[in-house]
Protein backbone atom coordinates (compact mmCIF):
# COMPACT_ATOMS: atom_id res chain seq x y z
CA UNK A 1 0.00 0.00 0.00
CA UNK A 2 2.95 2.20 0.71
CA UNK A 3 4.33 1.87 -2.35
CA UNK A 4 1.18 2.43 -4.16
CA UNK A 5 0.65 6.02 -2.62
CA UNK A 6 3.81 6.44 -3.56
CA UNK A 7 3.49 5.93 -7.32
CA UNK A 8 0.39 8.30 -6.54
CA UNK A 9 2.00 11.04 -5.26
CA UNK A 10 4.87 10.63 -7.88
CA UNK A 11 2.81 11.05 -10.59
CA UNK A 12 0.61 14.14 -8.97
CA UNK A 13 3.92 15.78 -8.17
CA UNK A 14 5.16 15.09 -11.66
CA UNK A 15 1.45 16.13 -13.57
CA UNK A 16 1.74 19.49 -11.56
CA UNK A 17 5.04 20.27 -11.50
CA UNK A 18 5.04 20.68 -15.51
CA UNK A 19 1.40 22.61 -14.99
CA UNK A 20 3.87 25.71 -12.87
CA UNK A 21 2.59 28.53 -14.97
CA UNK A 22 -1.12 27.49 -16.09
CA UNK A 23 -4.09 28.75 -14.84
CA UNK A 24 -6.16 25.74 -13.02
CA UNK A 25 -9.67 25.34 -11.66
CA UNK A 26 -10.52 23.98 -9.01
CA UNK A 27 -13.67 23.70 -5.96
CA UNK A 28 -12.92 25.22 -2.82
CA UNK A 29 -12.85 22.54 -0.15
CA UNK A 30 -12.52 23.86 3.54
CA UNK A 31 -10.20 27.05 4.64
CA UNK A 32 -7.74 27.03 7.03
CA UNK A 33 -6.62 29.89 8.90
CA UNK A 34 -7.49 31.94 6.16
CA UNK A 35 -5.70 29.66 3.50
CA UNK A 36 -7.83 28.11 1.10
CA UNK A 37 -7.60 24.28 0.20
CA UNK A 38 -8.73 23.70 -3.31
CA UNK A 39 -9.50 20.56 -4.70
CA UNK A 40 -7.65 20.19 -8.41
CA UNK A 41 -9.83 17.11 -8.91
CA UNK A 42 -6.82 14.43 -8.75
CA UNK A 43 -4.88 16.48 -6.40
CA UNK A 44 -5.25 19.34 -2.95
CA UNK A 45 -3.69 22.65 -3.80
CA UNK A 46 -3.66 25.69 -1.35
CA UNK A 47 -4.53 29.01 -2.26
CA UNK A 48 -2.12 30.90 0.88
CA UNK A 49 -3.64 34.02 2.34
CA UNK A 50 -1.13 36.29 1.06
CA UNK A 51 -1.84 34.76 -2.30
CA UNK A 52 -5.49 35.84 -2.24
CA UNK A 53 -6.57 39.03 -3.76
CA UNK A 54 -7.99 41.33 -0.95
CA UNK A 55 -11.64 41.94 -0.37
CA UNK A 56 -12.48 38.64 -2.87
CA UNK A 57 -14.41 36.18 -0.66
CA UNK A 58 -14.35 32.33 -1.83
CA UNK A 59 -17.14 29.81 0.06
CA UNK A 60 -16.62 26.12 0.58
CA UNK A 61 -17.52 24.62 -2.43
CA UNK A 62 -17.39 27.52 -5.25
CA UNK A 63 -15.71 27.24 -8.08
CA UNK A 64 -12.21 29.29 -8.67
CA UNK A 65 -9.40 29.74 -10.99
CA UNK A 66 -6.07 30.32 -9.93
CA UNK A 67 -2.26 30.31 -11.01
CA UNK A 68 0.12 27.59 -9.93
CA UNK A 69 2.88 29.68 -8.52
CA UNK A 70 4.59 26.38 -7.29
CA UNK A 71 4.69 22.73 -7.11
CA UNK A 72 6.92 21.74 -3.81
CA UNK A 73 8.19 18.03 -2.96
CA UNK A 74 7.22 17.26 0.53
CA UNK A 75 6.65 13.68 2.89
CA UNK A 76 3.02 13.33 2.58
CA UNK A 77 2.22 14.59 -0.78
CA UNK A 78 2.88 17.18 -3.33
CA UNK A 79 1.95 21.05 -2.14
CA UNK A 80 0.77 22.91 -4.76
CA UNK A 81 1.01 26.55 -4.47
CA UNK A 82 -1.78 28.76 -6.28
CA UNK A 83 -2.00 32.85 -6.37
CA UNK A 84 -4.94 35.31 -7.29
CA UNK A 85 -2.43 38.31 -6.52
CA UNK A 86 0.58 38.12 -8.72
CA UNK A 87 0.87 39.76 -12.12
CA UNK A 88 1.59 36.58 -13.96
CA UNK A 89 -1.98 35.36 -13.34
CA UNK A 90 -3.21 38.83 -14.64
CA UNK A 91 -1.11 37.89 -18.15
CA UNK A 92 -2.49 34.41 -18.38
CA UNK A 93 -5.77 35.46 -17.72
CA UNK A 94 -4.87 37.98 -21.02
CA UNK A 95 -3.36 35.22 -22.56
CA UNK A 96 -6.32 33.50 -22.47
CA UNK A 97 -8.89 35.53 -23.59
CA UNK A 98 -6.63 37.76 -26.23
CA UNK A 99 -5.82 35.09 -29.25
CA UNK A 100 -3.29 37.14 -30.45
CA UNK A 101 -0.91 37.21 -27.22
CA UNK A 102 -1.92 33.41 -27.09
CA UNK A 103 -0.42 33.48 -30.77
CA UNK A 104 2.49 35.49 -29.84
CA UNK A 105 1.56 38.61 -32.23
CA UNK A 106 1.08 40.68 -28.97
CA UNK A 107 3.37 39.99 -26.34
CA UNK A 108 3.07 41.58 -22.67
CA UNK A 109 6.32 43.21 -22.09
CA UNK A 110 5.90 44.36 -18.45
CA UNK A 111 2.67 44.53 -15.51
CA UNK A 112 2.29 45.89 -12.56
CA UNK A 113 -0.48 45.64 -9.98
CA UNK A 114 -2.02 46.38 -6.78
CA UNK A 115 -4.25 43.11 -6.36
CA UNK A 116 -8.04 43.51 -6.03
CA UNK A 117 -7.23 47.40 -6.70
CA UNK A 118 -5.64 48.60 -10.07
CA UNK A 119 -2.88 47.14 -12.62
CA UNK A 120 -1.49 48.20 -15.55
CA UNK A 121 -0.03 46.22 -18.57
CA UNK A 122 2.11 47.27 -21.20
CA UNK A 123 1.84 45.58 -24.71
CA UNK A 124 3.53 45.26 -28.10
CA UNK A 125 2.93 43.83 -31.77
CA UNK A 126 5.10 42.29 -33.71
CA UNK A 127 2.41 43.06 -36.59
CA UNK A 128 2.21 46.23 -37.76
CA UNK A 129 -1.44 45.69 -38.64
CA UNK A 130 -2.34 44.64 -35.18
CA UNK A 131 -2.62 47.36 -32.61
CA UNK A 132 -1.67 45.57 -29.65
CA UNK A 133 -3.69 48.09 -26.99
CA UNK A 134 -7.14 47.44 -29.39
CA UNK A 135 -6.81 43.52 -29.44
CA UNK A 136 -6.22 43.56 -25.51
CA UNK A 137 -9.52 45.49 -24.99
CA UNK A 138 -11.15 43.44 -27.56
CA UNK A 139 -14.76 44.54 -28.96
CA UNK A 140 -16.44 46.98 -26.94
CA UNK A 141 -14.45 46.18 -24.55
CA UNK A 142 -15.39 42.74 -24.43
CA UNK A 143 -12.01 41.03 -23.35
CA UNK A 144 -10.50 43.75 -21.18
CA UNK A 145 -13.81 43.25 -19.63
CA UNK A 146 -13.94 39.42 -18.57
CA UNK A 147 -10.50 39.99 -16.93
CA UNK A 148 -11.79 42.50 -14.84
CA UNK A 149 -14.70 40.53 -14.33
CA UNK A 150 -12.45 37.43 -12.86
CA UNK A 151 -10.51 39.98 -10.84
CA UNK A 152 -13.54 41.48 -8.99
CA UNK A 153 -13.69 44.26 -10.53
CA UNK A 154 -9.90 45.61 -10.64
CA UNK A 155 -9.06 48.32 -12.57
CA UNK A 156 -6.71 47.86 -15.58
CA UNK A 157 -4.56 50.43 -17.77
CA UNK A 158 -3.33 49.10 -21.04
CA UNK A 159 -0.72 50.60 -22.42
CA UNK A 160 1.42 50.71 -25.69
CA UNK A 161 5.16 49.49 -24.43
CA UNK A 162 7.63 51.67 -26.33
CA UNK A 163 11.61 51.08 -26.27
CA UNK A 164 11.94 54.60 -25.78
CA UNK A 165 11.92 55.43 -21.94
CA UNK A 166 10.33 58.76 -21.95
CA UNK A 167 7.51 57.75 -24.58
CA UNK A 168 7.23 54.16 -22.20
CA UNK A 169 6.52 56.88 -18.82
CA UNK A 170 4.05 58.94 -20.79
CA UNK A 171 2.46 56.06 -21.88
CA UNK A 172 2.40 54.37 -18.64
CA UNK A 173 1.24 57.55 -16.37
CA UNK A 174 -2.05 57.22 -18.90
CA UNK A 175 -4.50 58.79 -18.12
CA UNK A 176 -3.02 61.77 -17.13
CA UNK A 177 -1.55 64.31 -19.61
CA UNK A 178 2.11 64.71 -19.88
CA UNK A 179 3.40 68.11 -21.02
CA UNK A 180 7.50 67.13 -20.60
CA UNK A 181 9.86 64.97 -19.54
CA UNK A 182 13.30 65.24 -18.03
CA UNK A 183 15.84 61.79 -18.19
CA UNK A 184 18.80 61.61 -15.70
CA UNK A 185 19.85 57.87 -16.90
CA UNK A 186 22.53 57.77 -14.61
CA UNK A 187 20.27 57.87 -11.66
CA UNK A 188 17.40 56.13 -13.32
CA UNK A 189 15.62 58.82 -12.62
CA UNK A 190 12.48 60.53 -14.91
CA UNK A 191 11.07 64.26 -14.48
CA UNK A 192 7.68 63.91 -15.40
CA UNK A 193 5.93 67.80 -15.89
CA UNK A 194 2.07 68.19 -15.92
CA UNK A 195 -0.61 70.63 -16.62
CA UNK A 196 -1.66 72.23 -13.38
CA UNK A 197 -4.98 70.17 -13.55
CA UNK A 198 -3.53 67.10 -14.60
CA UNK A 199 -1.18 66.30 -11.33
CA UNK A 200 -3.93 64.69 -9.25
CA UNK A 201 -4.89 62.40 -12.21
CA UNK A 202 -1.02 61.41 -13.14
CA UNK A 203 -0.43 60.60 -9.10
CA UNK A 204 -3.68 58.84 -8.66
CA UNK A 205 -5.70 57.75 -5.58
CA UNK A 206 -2.81 57.77 -2.52
CA UNK A 207 -0.57 57.67 -5.09
CA UNK A 208 -1.55 54.87 -7.11
CA UNK A 209 -0.96 55.62 -9.96
CA UNK A 210 2.71 56.97 -10.29
CA UNK A 211 3.55 54.03 -8.17
CA UNK A 212 2.53 51.50 -10.43
CA UNK A 213 3.84 52.89 -13.35
CA UNK A 214 7.53 53.25 -11.68
CA UNK A 215 7.26 49.71 -11.37
CA UNK A 216 5.87 49.06 -14.79
CA UNK A 217 8.64 51.01 -16.51
CA UNK A 218 11.14 50.25 -14.16
CA UNK A 219 12.15 53.94 -13.79
CA UNK A 220 11.96 56.25 -10.53
CA UNK A 221 8.97 59.20 -11.47
CA UNK A 222 9.25 62.55 -9.80
CA UNK A 223 5.92 64.49 -11.17
CA UNK A 224 5.68 68.51 -10.80
CA UNK A 225 3.24 70.71 -11.99
CA UNK A 226 4.17 73.28 -14.94
CA UNK A 227 3.60 76.28 -12.22
CA UNK A 228 6.33 74.29 -10.16
CA UNK A 229 8.55 73.85 -12.99
CA UNK A 230 8.43 77.52 -14.05
CA UNK A 231 9.13 78.79 -10.44
Not at 74 to 103: D, M, N
Not at 120 to 141: E, F, L, N, T
Request: with cysteine.
Amino acid sequence: IQEVRGAERQNVFDEYKDRKGEIVHGTVRRIEKGNLIVDLGRAEAILPRKEQVPREMFRVNERIRAYVQDVLKESKGPQIVLSRACTEFLAKLFEQEVPEIYEGIVRIEAAAREPGARSKIAVVSKDSDVDPVGACVGMRGSRVQAVVNELQGEKIDIIQWSPDVATFVVNALAPAEVAKVVLDEEAERIEVVVPDDQLSLAIGRRGQNVRLASQLTGWDIDIMTEAEESE
